[in-house]
């Protein structure tokens, strides 16, 4: 099985500029997590989607990050404007849940961008 | 939300088995733990979750104190491929993984 695939895997670009992550969960999961990971702050949850719909919200950090879940097997994490600090490693998840918030959730990350912004 | 706690850094001898604690004290009852690790830069890597009773899979057990405030993963046979961050977490009701700084595992020749 194919598992969560994410592209690009390294993203290079100027203060300003617009960036778009994408990611493919696996296929039949119905829950999407985007995280962000950087040395400072470790690995923290920005978003999460159930039946395409975000659930929480609470950790995209300001208005300049906006996540899109338009069908169950794409979605995208857009910053714009990019500025450095955004500099880190995004990584999105999938998982497969009856009800969320209830009962086992396993959650499967794929390999991750590496987004840099100069 | 039940927090984690877990030793920032262990070692282990290549071939032996790694114990590694983790301290949830404050787990409600419906809450499961889950095991992640990371190795070097790559994706988290989903390993093992429980609830009440002792779980064991392919690539670890789980073993869960009878009061469920502690926990501790057991890699049986480690190999220097086992060398990552072990991460403990407690699922938060409102679904949501919260990942703490984890254990560092060494695993030497």
């Known amino acids: 099985d194919a598992g969560v695939i994410q592209s690009p895997r390294h993203e290079v670009t100027e203060m300003g500029q617009e960036v778009t992550l994408r990611c493919k969960p696996i296929s039949g999961h119905n829950s999407l997590f985007w995280y962000r990971q950087t040395m400072m702050r470790g690995l923290e949850l920005l978003i999460y989607f159930n039946n395409n719909v975000p659930i929480d919200d609470s950790g995209m950090p300001e208005d300049r990050f906006s996540a899109k879940m338009p069908n169950a097997s794409f979605s995208t994490l857009k910053i714009q404007p990019s500025e450095p600090r955004d500099s880190a490693v995004y990584f999105c998840?999938?998982?497969?849940?009856?009800?969320?918030?209830?009962?086992?959730?396993?959650?499967?990350f794929g390999p991750g961008t590496r987004l840099t912004v100069l | 939300d039940a927090k984690t706690t877990q030793p920032p850094s262990m070692d282990c001898a290549e071939g032996r088995a790694a114990n590694l604690p983790c301290n949830h004290s404050t787990i409600s009852g419906n809450e499961y733990v889950y095991w992640y690790r990371q190795i070097h830069s790559q994706g988290p890597q989903y390993i093992i979750h429980?609830?009440?009773n002792n779980e064991t899979n392919e690539m670890a057990s789980l073993i869960i104190t009878e009061d469920r405030k502690s926990s501790t993963l057991i890699l049986p046979h480690a190999t220097l491929r086992d060398t990552a961050v072990y991460y403990c977490i407690v699922r938060a009701r409102t679904g949501k993984l919260i990942f703490g700084q984890g254990t560092t595992l060494q695993v030497k020749p």
């Open positions: 429980g609830l009440k």
């Open positions: 998840a999938s998982s497969f849940v009856l009800q969320a918030g209830v009962g086992p959730d396993t959650q499967y």
